[in-house]
């Protein structure tokens, strides 16, 4: 699939191939299409995540209103009065900024101080990393939750910075960006495991182990789950890894900026911050020498980046329900 491919109304799961090139002989020891059957009806049985597909359809709808009027916008977020109670706390404090000594007490307010794009991605970023939280039952899929938010904290400030056009959706992208790991350490935690020692024993990323053990990367289940969703073809587009890293910055399309800054801040947030601080320092030289050419980000920076992102997170926990 290239960037100029046509939207799509959802990719079923005969078509899952669209997105995979097939293993090779004695690469997978699952079929992937079972397996990728079992996650569904894995989730069509967990009650909270059931709710979760649901409410990932009314996301939807707020994220396709692109030529809707505030009101009707407003209208759909104040139908969730405890995601519309988080997000004016958000919106009033540092996470977005200071814009009033008064404080903003009403979405079509802060509609008309942030703008109403900018309070429309904010609210379907909030609900999906909120969903996500809330259905965590064990640690690790809590540090998946909150390196999601993180992730979207980064790759947001990058588009700005970019002053890129239509990038309204990267928030979104970089926080399901590895959507399809968290499904299968939710729900399928053996194959899970099974996966991160084949990682760890072959020296692999999570993405080549996932592929040699499901038969499917962890970025097409989660792309496959998005179609599924119906997701804005651009998010899904932009949720697909990066892998040629010479191509010069001011060549990339709008869509491929959002892949590269998405691909980025996630490897930024993946950095194991249990490590020694001069491991931790030759991580972030190695990834931002990687992008050198395609995104141009310091060492410095990608430091700052994750400096902001990790503050605005820890000061704000308590609205954001971390535990």
Same mark, same amino acid.
């Given at each position: 699939?290239?960037?100029?491919?046509?939207p799509?109304?959802?990719i079923e799961l005969d078509r899952?191939d669209?997105?995979?090139?097939?293993?090779?002989?004695?690469?997978?020891?699952t079929?992937?299409k079972? +397996?990728?059957k079992?996650?569904s009806?894995?989730i069509?049985? &967990?009650?909270?995540f059931?709710?979760?597909?649901n409410? #990932?359809?009314?996301?939807n709808?707020?994220?396709k209103?692109k030529?809707?009027?505030a009101n009707?916008?407003?209208?759909?977020?104040?139908?969730?009065?405890?995601?519309t109670?988080?997000?004016?706390?958000?919106?009033?404090s540092s996470?977005y900024?200071q814009f009033?000594?008064?404080g903003?007490?009403?979405i079509?307010?802060?509609m008309?101080?942030?703008?109403?794009?900018?309070? $429309?991605?904010?609210?379907a970023?909030l609900?999906?990393?909120e969903?996500m939280?809330?259905v965590?039952?064990?640690?690790?899929?809590k540090?998946?939750?909150i390196?999601?938010?993180?992730?979207s #904290?980064?790759?947001?400030?990058?588009?700005?910075?970019?002053k890129m056009? &239509?990038?309204?959706y990267?928030?979104?992208t970089?926080?399901?960006y &590895?959507?399809?790991?968290?499904l299968?350490?939710l729900?399928?935690?053996?194959?899970?495991?099974n996966?991160e020692?084949?990682?760890?024993?072959?020296?692999?990323?999570?993405e080549?182990?996932?592929?040699?053990v499901i038969g499917i990367?962890y970025?097409?289940?989660g792309?496959? +789950?998005?179609?599924?969703w119906h997701l804005p073809?651009p998010?899904?587009?932009a949720?697909k890894?990066?892998?040629n +890293?010479?191509?010069?910055?001011?060549?990339?399309?709008?869509g491929e900026m959002?892949?590269y800054?998405?691909?980025?801040s996630?490897?930024l947030?993946?950095i194991d911050?249990?490590?020694?601080?001069? #491991?931790i320092?030759?991580k972030?030289?190695?990834?931002?020498?990687k992008?050198?050419?395609c995104?141009?980000?310091?060492?410095?920076k990608s430091l700052d980046?994750? $400096?902001m992102?990790? &503050?605005?997170i820890?000061?704000h926990?308590s609205?954001l329900?971390?535990?």
């Amino acid at each position: 699939m290239n960037l100029s491919d046509p939207p799509h109304a959802g990719i079923e799961l005969d078509r899952i191939d669209f997105f995979a090139n097939r293993p090779g002989a004695g690469e997978s020891k699952t079929d992937y299409k079972t +397996f990728i059957k079992t996650l569904s009806g894995n989730i069509m049985k &967990n009650g909270s995540f059931l709710t979760f597909s649901n409410q #990932i359809r009314d996301i939807n709808h707020i994220l396709k209103m692109k030529y809707s009027s505030a009101n009707d916008i407003a209208d759909v977020i104040l139908k969730d009065m405890a995601l519309t109670t988080k997000l004016l706390k958000l919106v009033n404090s540092s996470f977005y900024g200071q814009f009033s000594d008064k404080g903003i007490s009403t979405i079509s307010e802060a509609m008309i101080i942030l703008g109403t794009e900018e309070i $429309k991605l904010a609210a379907a970023g909030l609900k999906i990393y909120e969903i996500m939280n809330d259905v965590a039952n064990v640690r690790i899929l809590k540090d998946m939750a909150i390196k999601s938010l993180q992730r979207s #904290i980064i790759a947001r400030e990058l588009a700005l910075e970019e002053k890129m056009e &239509n990038a309204e959706y990267i928030q979104i992208t970089a926080i399901l960006y &590895n959507f399809g790991e968290y499904l299968v350490a939710l729900f399928s935690p053996e194959v899970y495991l099974n996966v991160e020692i084949t990682a760890d024993g072959k020296n692999l990323s999570r993405e080549q182990a996932a592929k040699g053990v499901i038969g499917i990367s962890y970025s097409q289940i989660g792309r496959f +789950f998005a179609s599924r969703w119906h997701l804005p073809q651009p998010i899904i587009l932009a949720m697909k890894p990066v892998s040629n +890293f010479n191509l010069l910055k001011n060549r990339l399309s709008t869509g491929e900026m959002q892949r590269y800054l998405c691909s980025f801040s996630n490897e930024l947030c993946c950095i194991d911050f249990s490590m020694p601080g001069d #491991i931790i320092g030759k991580k972030i030289l190695e990834i931002s020498e990687k992008y050198k050419i395609c995104l141009g980000i310091t060492p410095s920076k990608s430091l700052d980046l994750l $400096k902001m992102s990790s &503050n605005k997170i820890t000061k704000h926990a308590s609205i954001l329900k971390m535990s």
